[in-house]
């Protein structure tokens, strides 16, 4: 997986946590500044305007385009309801064409045969999602608040935004999760495993409501199976010419902390997060490879008196740092560098760069190059 270190580390044990809540457009903010608020909490509320509906009127009524505007019977400018009729074609070989949607018929165009339907706002609400205090509220769009709170910073995600309360199902990194420790204690849940999951077990979470999943990895096999896509999926260790699919259309919300394959999760998250067992957490899910990067984010509120410092930590890359490695080869594995040499080493690959020198868990010392090591500590 194509990922460059920010060099803000994967784990934080304690930091001050700003989530920023806002609406698609300014509306209505229901908090005020310095006020407490609770996971569940509505802090604004507003509208959404989804795009146009253009309905080819011609082709549904067989028509040619003057006709079919002329056939148009809804009012235009006018409000008309799902499945009212907008246009019809009488005689023998009768047609009628029916508005998907709520909203107002803005324009047919006799040119070209099409009408325009411009869908009524959606109303949405917007929760708090974690339990902290707003801190701003910018332009009656924004609500921005702060919690101290621990801090997992992942490689990829799928699904939307969402908080629950963690379960931790496997007592191992390297353990994956299985369809047998799902049940109906997982309801509204977000599971944690190690190195992946079954296709059938993603079914099962599903059928029991759950809202999240937390693991080290996901083959490309249980994707195309869970989601039923028939194409190969482009992303295989080694490759740098694809996109994530984060736009999927996910029941469940997955963070995968390592990336694609079958790769535990490092030990530094999996123990935090194992230390945080039934514990409200909050998933921001958005994943962009692309600039601006953007990793998906967990966040676990932590009590008022906890020592948070104000700015997440950023470690320096120095000897005796310990790193997790991001190269597919060793995907999930924990390391201390060894060396830092300031002129540029000939790697495994045959290429010189910018190298450290890595001595793994294993008594084994390895070269890569910089960019494939991240510092935790």
Not at 2 to 29: C, F, H, W
Not at 47 to 57: F, W
Not at 86 to 103: D, F, K, Q, T, W
Request: proline share 9%; glycine share 8%.
């Amino acid at each position: 997986m194509l990922y460059v270190p920010d060099g803000v580390p994967p784990v934080i044990k304690s930091t001050v946590a700003r989530l920023d809540r806002t609406l698609p457009q300014p509306g209505e903010i229901l908090v005020r500044q310095g006020g407490r608020v609770e996971p569940d909490d509505i802090v604004a509320r507003g509208q959404k305007h989804n795009p146009p509906y253009m309905i080819n009127l011609a082709q549904a009524l067989a028509l040619p385009p003057d006709q079919a505007a002329r056939a148009v019977v809804a009012p235009i400018g006018q409000p008309v309801n799902a499945g009212a009729v907008l246009a019809r074609r009488r005689g023998l070989l009768s047609r009628r064409v029916l508005s998907p949607v709520n909203g107002i018929l803005y324009a047919v165009d006799p040119a070209t045969g099409y009408a325009i339907l411009q869908p009524e706002p959606q109303q949405i609400t917007v929760t708090a999602g974690i339990r902290g205090i707003v801190m701003e509220i910018i332009d009656q769009q924004r609500v921005v608040i702060e919690t101290p709170a621990a801090q997992i910073f992942g490689i990829a995600s799928l699904g939307n935004d969402c908080y629950g309360v963690t379960r931790l199902l496997t007592l191992d990194p390297g353990e994956p999760i299985t369809e047998a420790m799902i049940d109906a204690q997982s309801m509204y849940a977000v599971l944690i495993g190690g190195s992946g999951i079954s296709a059938a077990a993603l079914r099962k979470a599903v059928e029991n409501q759950v809202r999240g999943i937390i693991i080290g990895s996901i083959s490309e096999s249980v994707l195309r199976e869970f989601f039923q896509w028939t194409k190969r999926l482009p992303f295989l260790p080694g490759l740098r010419n694809w996109q994530w699919v984060s736009q999927t259309d996910s029941p469940l919300t997955i963070v995968l902390t390592e990336g694609i394959g079958s790769a535990p999760m490092a030990t530094p998250l999996f123990e935090l997060l194992a230390g945080n067992d039934r514990r409200e957490v909050y998933i921001e899910s958005s994943t962009s490879l692309r600039h601006p990067h953007r990793r998906p984010r967990v966040i676990i509120p932590l009590s008022r008196s906890s020592n948070a410092s104000l700015e997440p930590p950023r470690p320096p890359l120095r000897i005796g740092a310990t790193v997790r490695l991001l190269d597919h080869d060793h995907l999930g594995r924990i390391g201390r560098v060894r060396s830092l040499p300031a002129l540029p080493q000939r790697i495994p690959t045959g290429i010189r760069t910018a190298a450290v020198e890595v001595l793994l868990d294993s008594g084994e010392a390895i070269w890569l190059p910089r960019s494939c090591v991240e510092v935790i500590a």
